[in-house]
């Protein structure tokens, strides 16, 4: 045997046997999550940590990448119950209500993805702009979040919450 292989032990198969990946769904989908919003965010600090003057990246840019941040809280602060209406009876609105909240979440969503479309083509592509990074950090930051409030939403699971 080579020396760079490493001899796997007899008992690792019975170990992964007994691995469930539906008791850890809720741990894998909120690891997923948080490491595609960590990238979205850590691309746009690293374009504008490279370019810190606002004729090459203009910093009002980064109000598409908050607006989807507050849309994924907003998304992912009611539950499946709550929008189905098995949970949340109460209140103004009902089950009603957690709808609509759940609507304009996405509705901001998907609004900074346009929005960040428009950042980099209408300000980087189109316009041949010799930087173009900038642009495509904003487009990967929404989309990136984006991602990560559907794998958070639909990832869990709330049996076990209730």
Known sequence: MPGCCIRMPENMPAL?????????????ASVISGSLF????????DAAAQ??????FNHAYHVCGVIATLA???????SNGQIRGDMYTDGCIGPFGA????FLGLMLSFGSIIAACWILFGGYVIPKFHI???GVA????????????VIY???RSEDNWG
């Not at 709808?99 to 759940?102: A, N, Q, T």
């Open 99 to 102: 709808r609509i909240w759940l």
């Open 72 to 78: 994924m809280l907003m998304v992912n602060s009611v």
């Open 153 to 155: 939403k639909i990832g």
């Open 16 to 28: 992964c046997e007994n691995w469930d990946p539906n008791e850890r769904r809720n741990f894998i």
């Open 132 to 134: 173009q990074w900038p």
């Open 138 to 149: 904003v487009f990967l930051q929404n989309m990136f979040i984006f991602f990560s409030s």
């Open 38 to 45: 960590f990238m979205g965010w850590w691309f746009v600090i």
């Open 51 to 56: 370019y810190p003057s606002n004729d090459v």
